[in-house]
Nanobody, 125 residues
Framework: QVQLVESGGGLVQPGGSLRLSCVAS????????MGWYRQAPGKERELVAV???????NYADFVKGRFTISRDNAKNTVYLQMNSLKPEDTAVYYC???????????????????WGQGTQVTVSS
């Protein structure tokens, strides 16, 4: 099995910064895309940012210029640096990873998607 564990959430004032981390562990051959999603109370889960294994990044419009996604392939870890935080960024942030658990899955391009348990980010004065 594969487990994703997020950390780094918390309470921060508007304009502040936080850095989220997500470590993948378990039966992993390779990891394809890794990403961050968020879900605010009463709203659907939405994409924040995604990074491919080759380092290509895509961001939701509402975080462009404020958030930066990065990854360390050797550590199976993805990060989200969040700057200039706004109250509307308050949500539970979830990590997602598309994982190849063995060579056969990788060769067949049959990655399995996994989610972390989420970490709360609250932006408030």
């Amino acid at each position: 099995q594969v487990q994703l564990v997020e950390s780094g959430g918390g309470l921060v004032q508007p304009g502040g910064s936080l850095r989220l981390s997500c470590v993948a562990s378990g039966t992993i051959f390779k990891i394809d895309d890794m990403g961050w999603y968020r879900q605010a109370p009463g709203k659907e889960r939405e994409l924040v940012a995604v990074i491919t294994s080759g380092g290509n990044r895509n961001y939701a419009d509402f975080v462009k210029g404020r958030f930066t996604i990065s990854r360390d392939n050797a550590k199976n870890t993805v990060y989200l640096q969040m700057n200039s935080l706004k109250p509307e960024d308050t949500a539970v942030y979830y990590c997602n990873a598309d994982v190849f658990r063995n060579f056969q899955e990788w060769r067949s391009e049959l990655a399995e998607g996994y989610w972390g348990q989420g970490t709360q980010v609250t932006v408030s004065s």
